[in-house]
């Protein structure tokens, strides 16, 4: 069973386009969580329910708590930052684990009217981001060493410049309907997010196309 593991992690570790999938992934749950994280940080209420109702009295009782609504909105920020560092990333698909885990278990026992499938997927995004990453833990399933190389592909400068464009045009856009950024903005982040976009997938398609070495086939069997 850990050979099956370890063939399959090493074969999702080889292909180009999962990379940049991963990338989008950790980009769309750090834009997601950070401005939502600011605003308990900050602690500031997290909906407009009124506590007449079940999930209105559940966040209206964690507001109240004060510093352990913070907390959990540190929590948050602190994941989405290093979910957007190359080299912390893996650090912050570990703390959004239990994080977003969480968050799955209110919304279904509250009944949260179809907001459990978006944090249902939201959840098997997180798990995938653990299993990018899965040789940094692999010590937990097993004592046996991994007898493959990790493939370690690389995003090209182009590349790299449109994804920090986008995750800051997204990021921007999601501040925003948080209050935390001017909403006039909008229009220009838009057009910045939809521009790095294409951008990065011209440049992944036609021009930064990578090729793994013909031997590396053979270091798989």
Not at 9 to 21: A, K, Q, Y
Not at 182 to 205: H, K, Y
């Amino acid at each position: 069973m850990p050979d099956t593991i370890d063939r399959l992690f090493v074969w999702i570790r080889s292909r180009p386009f999962l990379l940049r999938f991963t990338w989008f992934t950790r980009i769309l749950l750090a834009a997601g969580f950070i401005p939502t994280g600011m605003v308990k940080l900050l602690g500031h209420r997290f909906t407009t329910i009124t506590a007449d109702s079940p999930i209105g009295a559940f966040f209206e009782a964690m507001y109240q708590t004060g510093l352990y609504w913070q907390f959990l909105g540190f929590s948050q920020v602190l994941a989405g930052v290093l979910l957007l560092i190359p080299r912390t990333a893996h650090l912050g698909a570990l703390l959004f684990l239990p994080i977003v885990t969480n968050i799955f278990i209110v919304t279904v026992s509250l009944g949260f009217r179809g907001t459990p499938v978006v944090t249902g997927l939201m959840l098997l995004a997180v798990v995938y981001l653990n299993a990018w990453d899965y040789h940094r833990v692999r010590g937990i399933v097993t004592e046996r060493p991994l007898n493959r190389e990790v493939p370690r592909l690389q995003l090209d400068l182009g590349e790299k410049i449109g994804f920090a464009l986008f995750a800051t045009s997204l990021l921007a856009v999601f501040l925003t309907t948080r209050s935390l950024v001017s909403t006039a903005w909008v229009p220009a982040f838009l057009v910045l997010g939809l521009g790095a976009g294409v951008w990065t997938l011209v440049r992944f398609f036609w021009v930064g196309r990578r090729r793994l070495p013909q031997d590396f086939g053979r270091r798989l069997k």
